[in-house]
């Protein structure tokens, strides 16, 4: 059996990104709190992890660096709920290590993009099931660590509720357009592609989620922009992509959205993520530099009421957390975390400029699908994917150069070679 290191990331790759979709599902460990399978895999990648930290190249150290800086500064001087900052040290922070240094070589990176898709088509089918048969018959969650509502009649696979099975399909989405489009993917690989983005789109026209409206037509145009060059053909493709999108939210808002749109729930959804986010961010403004303390956010809701009525916006209820994983970090730990997230940020921005070979544009994509649903929907910070972004831009940014490509006229298309 292969135990080399080149081996044992890919095989950690995948894992970690089939593992990806499985937060909700809690596997017991004595003595213990409850622990997502990511958990166990992140656990797992200590003794390699730390044999490689050599490895981390600059941006990633000042990444990580200001990550802990952030949490022990709000530690300090706020206080701190010691479960979530106790994930976040020896979890959510060391999977951003790991993450970069899978994804610095060719085998990991496959190893995440093919775990993640994988996972997705699983989870894709389970969420059929679900609406098919019922959601009361095939629900497996049972993580105490996240809410986790009923919504039956809506499938959520094993998310903790649908807006966050949403988020994850539509990065998906995204990774399988990106391979799609790129020139450099086989033909075999295309049509693989096709299949994932029709099941995808069904899945994501039957889930009846805000998290589609805000997402998907980012991810679609960061597609188009990253991976298609600017010639009459890509333009083409472009007004083709736009009518088949129009087409799609038009069917999705008339028809699988209109009940939420009758009843105002959409509605109540939107003013409900506003208000948090507004009122998340009150401490760059208020004095509060290290924020109001780890884990510690139940003041949100007295904030959020103050933009509910300045703004005259109107809900249901008032948000319980931020609905935002970026401002709820920001509104927990202040000015430190706006600092650790735009040396992230950068090196997105770094990433996006260089030309990458597919599988590096599909995980470029989900980088930024990680960005967007961090910063527009998903609240959780125990979940995995909304630190992915953190990361993998600078893995793909910074690996190995193209050695060589074969002839575009290739039967399967060109194939790559890298460094390693």
């Not at 929907?377 to 831009?393: D, E, F, K, M």
Request: proline residues 5%.
């Amino acid at each position: 059996m292969d135990t080399s290191p080149k081996k044992l990331l890919t095989v950690w790759g995948f894992l970690a990104g089939f593992t990806l979709w499985l937060p909700a599902y809690s596997l017991p460990v004595r003595g213990l709190p409850p622990l997502q399978p990511l958990d166990l895999v992140v656990l797992a990648f200590f003794p390699l992890g730390l044999l490689m930290l050599r490895q981390l190249n600059t941006p990633v150290f000042w990444i990580v660096a200001t990550g802990y800086a952030s949490l022990m500064l709000s530690w300090v001087t706020n206080g701190a709920n010691l479960l979530m900052l106790g994930w976040t040290v020896f979890l959510g922070l060391p999977f951003v290590v790991m993450i970069f240094l899978v994804a610095h070589r060719p085998g990991g990176r496959r190893g995440i993009v093919n775990g993640f898709l994988l996972a997705a088509l699983l989870s894709s089918l389970l969420f059929l099931a679900q609406i098919t048969f019922g959601a009361a018959l095939l629900d497996f969650r049972n993580n105490p660590a996240f809410s986790l509502p009923p919504q039956y009649g809506r499938g959520f696979a094993l998310l903790p509720e649908v807006s966050t099975f949403a988020t994850h399909i539509v990065m998906a989405f995204g990774v399988a357009l990106a391979l799609l489009l790129h020139r450099g993917s086989s033909n075999r690989t295309r049509r693989r592609m096709v299949f994932l983005l029709a099941l995808f789109g069904l899945v994501l026209l039957l889930s009846r989620s805000t998290s589609v409206l805000v997402l998907l037509p980012l991810l679609i145009a960061m597609a188009l922009a990253k991976v298609c060059r600017a010639n009459l053909k890509s333009v083409v493709l472009a007004a083709c992509m736009a009518g088949a999108v129009a087409l799609f939210l038009g069917l999705f808002l008339n028809s699988f959205y209109a009940e939420r749109l009758e009843s105002a729930a959409a509605e109540r959804s939107a003013a409900m993520r506003l208000s948090s986010i507004i009122a998340g961010l009150s401490p760059l403004v208020s004095g509060e530099v290290f924020g109001v303390g780890v884990g510690d956010n139940a003041e949100i809701r007295t904030r959020a009421y103050q933009v509910v009525r300045q703004f005259d916006l109107k809900f249901g209820s008032l948000p319980s957390g931020v609905n935002s994983q970026i401002v709820g970090r920001i509104f927990e730990e202040g000015w430190m975390a706006v600092l650790h997230f735009s040396i992230a940020g950068l090196a997105m921005i770094r990433a996006y400029f260089m030309r990458h070979d597919p599988v590096q544009a599909g995980l470029f994509l989900l980088a930024f699908g990680s960005f967007a649903s961090a910063l527009l929907v998903s609240g959780y910070r125990g979940i995995y994917a909304s630190w992915l972004w953190l990361s993998l831009p600078a893995a793909i940014a910074t690996a190995g150069p193209l050695l060589r490509a074969s002839t575009p006229g290739s039967q399967h298309g060109p194939r790559v070679q890298y460094a390693d």
